[in-house]
């Protein structure tokens, strides 16, 4: 990734479709989700991929529990809307940012319209073990605290990262080894 802004309130990172990246996958080799009753107790390996779902803007709002992926259409830029990652506050590293999934996420199209994306797993999550019914609630109270946000307009919503566009002489980033 990019790095697009990064300071005491917020980091802010490019990620186009290409770029190599580190991601989980089952040891077992089926997809993610092939096997609901396995979704988050099957073994995990780390694997290489290429990152190929929209061109993305990503605001990570300092100790917020999300981060906000402005999404762009491959090769046209045109703005395609926001994808809400809920998730554990960023914590840097020196060279490093980590986070952890809170499965849930919200979806927004351009109009403003959103959608909760994965309750079924967040459902699931806790059947699981990987939440406990007061974690999961939290994670649902933080949904609707960026439902509230959404439609009060606020930051960074109201900011303008859907005008963005990224320097053309950025090179596709590359995994450090």
């Known amino acids: 990734m990019t790095v697009v802004r990064d300071d005491a309130d917020v980091l802010v990172v490019w990620l186009p479709i290409g770029t190599p990246v580190l991601r989980a996958a089952r040891a077992d080799g089926l997809g993610k989700r092939d096997d609901p009753s396995t979704l988050f107790t099957a073994e995990l390996v780390q694997d290489r991929g290429v990152h190929a779902a929209f061109d993305q803007l990503r605001v990570a709002p300092t100790g917020r529990p999300w981060s906000v992926w402005v999404l762009f259409t491959e ?14 506050p960023h914590v840097r590293g020196e060279h490093t940012v980590y986070t952890s999934d809170h499965v849930l996420d919200l979806v927004i199209e351009p109009d403003r319209t959103m959608v909760r994306k994965d309750e079924d797993e967040l459902a699931l999550a806790v059947v699981q073990g990987v939440f406990d019914a007061t974690a999961a609630a939290a994670v649902e109270a933080d949904a609707a605290a960026v439902e509230a946000l959404i439609a009060d307009w606020g930051s960074p919503f109201c900011d303008g990262w859907e005008r963005f566009r990224p320097d053309p002489a950025w090179p596709i980033p590359g995994l450090a080894e």
């Open 75 to 88: 090769g046209t830029g045109e703005f395609a809307g926001w994808y809400v990652n809920l998730e554990k």
